[in-house]
């Protein structure tokens, strides 16, 4: 009904000021109220909307989410690498939403969280008892000087959004020889191994297609290490030395010129020093940084993160407000098996909220990444807060293994589409001690 007489009042008085204020009046006519809402319908926001769903009932439920597509987007790793299509990837929105729960198909533009209300960018005012915020992380591309124009050339992609992962794998069958260079940024990333596990297909790609030997494959990463966790990090050196691959540590991309194919970086160590790449394929990885909704909400830290308690994941300061995922400021790396590990922690917190009692369940910074070192190897990375190594199964993981490669292709999206956005699977913390059983 408002949107009818919205375009009727567009029509009556097309481009005029006085448009401006009716629409405005219109809008804040549309109130609503939800005993849970969940900002996000990424993975963190549908698997809670499901647990709360199965918690509170459906009806008491909303999931505020403007994109059409919902998108899993680990396997963008394997889409850009040509072993995935991108079609696998993605599934309607409105086929992940937990039935019954009501979809606001829009985006939340303001947080008044002193108020417990929400404002959309359709015009909506809700209100909450409960916010649940999963709003993820943002890519800035635009940040790199000559990106994202840079992607309308050819040799280069990015496996971090939709729009450009199918790129790396243009940019890859293209190669002839020369450089091929991948880059980390200078800001927290969700997946921090992703950077270079596209570099480790594509070494195996060029090597299956007999293109190895014209090729320099060149990691420049911001980081000082190879990986956060010693054992991991130990072990990738290792695969990076028998497969002939450069690493450069501390250097952060800058600028990339397309039209003569140079990718700039700077030395984070030695200020005001730059090397300029030349490179036949370019994978970049963007800096990140957190959703700019959160800016000025008081709901986030000094680095614009969603500030919450690390192991009952409730916001420091409002006690009816928690977060998950992406867009939090837990110190641990951003993965989709830490939204998982985090969603049962949640659940229970929110849970003992409810009832007035204290949370009494803590999320132990469990996180995990499947290192893809070619098409059919996996380091599978598990640690937890204290960068130790948490791992599920009882064998070494820091070892290459096909049957993880096979668990990350081929089980993991089953995983995540019938098991963690259902609100069924918490991380495999209850597994880990059952397969250890026996061991010392
Ligand atoms: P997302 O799933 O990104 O969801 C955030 C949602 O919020 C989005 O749907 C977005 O549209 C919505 N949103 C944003 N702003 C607003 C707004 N203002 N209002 C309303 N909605 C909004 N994880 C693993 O565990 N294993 C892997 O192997 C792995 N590999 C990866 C490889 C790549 C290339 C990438 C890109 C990611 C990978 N990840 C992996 C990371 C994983 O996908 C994320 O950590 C996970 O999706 C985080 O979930 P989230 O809910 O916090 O954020
Ligand atoms: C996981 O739980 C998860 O979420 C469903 C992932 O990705 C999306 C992962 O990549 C991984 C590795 C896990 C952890 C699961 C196991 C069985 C170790």
Same mark, same amino acid.
């Given at each position: ?204 790609? #060029?090597?299956? &297609? ?6 320099? !494959?060149?990691?420049? *990463?911001? @980081? =000082? ?87 009952? #994941?409730?916001? &420091? ?6 977060? !998950?995922?992406?867009? *939090?400021? @837990? =110190? ?87 098991? #963690? ?15 250890? @059983?026996?061991?010392?």
């Amino acid at each position: 009904m408002a949107a009818a007489l919205m375009s009727h009042l567009a029509v009556m008085r097309k481009g005029s000021r006085v448009l401006y204020s009716v629409t405005c009046q219109v809008h804040s006519m549309s109130r609503e109220h939800h005993q849970v809402l969940v900002l996000g319908g990424g993975s963190g926001g549908i698997t809670m909307g499901a647990r709360m769903k199965r918690k509170i009932g459906a009806e008491n439920v909303a999931i505020v989410e403007p994109s059409e597509m919902h998108y899993y987007q680990p396997i963008w790793t394997l889409v850009g690498a040509g072993a995935k299509t991108i079609n696998s990837s993605g599934r309607p929105t409105a086929s992940v939403i937990p039935s019954g729960v009501k979809w606001v198909k829009s985006r939340a533009m303001k947080i008044d969280p002193k108020n417990n209300t929400v404002f959309t960018e359709s015009g909506q005012e809700i209100s909450y008892d409960y916010l649940i915020v999963a709003l993820g992380l943002q890519l800035h591309y635009e940040k790199i000087k000559g990106l994202p124009e840079a992607f309308e050339h050819p040799n280069i992609g990015s496996n971090y959004s939709l729009q450009t992962v199918e790129k790396t794998w243009k940019a890859l069958q293209n190669f002839k020889e020369g450089n091929a260079v991948f880059s980390f940024p200078n800001t927290p990333v969700k997946c921090a191994g992703a950077p270079q596990k596209i570099m480790y297909l594509s070494e195996a790609y #060029l090597r299956k &297609t007999g293109k190895r030997s014209k090729a320099n !494959i060149i990691y420049n *990463t911001s @980081l =000082p290490v190879l990986f956060g966790v010693k054992k991991y990090a130990d072990a990738l050196w290792g695969v990076v030395k028998s497969r002939d691959i450069s690493v450069n540590l501390r250097h952060n991309l800058i600028e990339v010129r397309a039209d003569k194919r140079e990718a700039v970086f700077e030395n984070l160590d030695q200020p005001e020093e730059t090397k300029v790449f030349e490179y036949e394929m370019l994978h970049v990885t963007p800096p990140m940084g957190p959703p700019a909704v959160l800016k000025g909400s008081s709901l986030e830290d000094q680095a614009g993160w969603l500030d919450v308690n690390k192991h009952t #994941l409730q916001h &420091t300061k409002y006690p009816n407000v928690f977060g !998950i995922g992406d867009c *939090t400021n @837990l =110190p641990t790396s951003k993965t989709g098996a830490a939204v998982a590990a985090q969603s049962s922690v949640l659940e229970r917190t929110i849970t003992k909220v409810m009832k007035k009692d204290k949370p009494d369940k803590e999320y132990d910074g469990y996180t995990s990444c499947p290192l893809v070192t070619s098409y059919n190897t996996v380091i599978l990375a598990e640690f937890d807060y204290s960068g130790q190594p948490l791992e599920t199964f009882p064998v070494d993981q820091g070892k290459e293994s096909r049957i993880m490669y096979h668990m990350k292709a081929d089980v993991m999206p089953h995983l995540y589409w019938h098991g #963690l956005l259902k609100g069924l699977w918490g991380g495999p913390g209850p597994y880990r001690k059952l397969m250890h @059983l026996g061991m010392k």
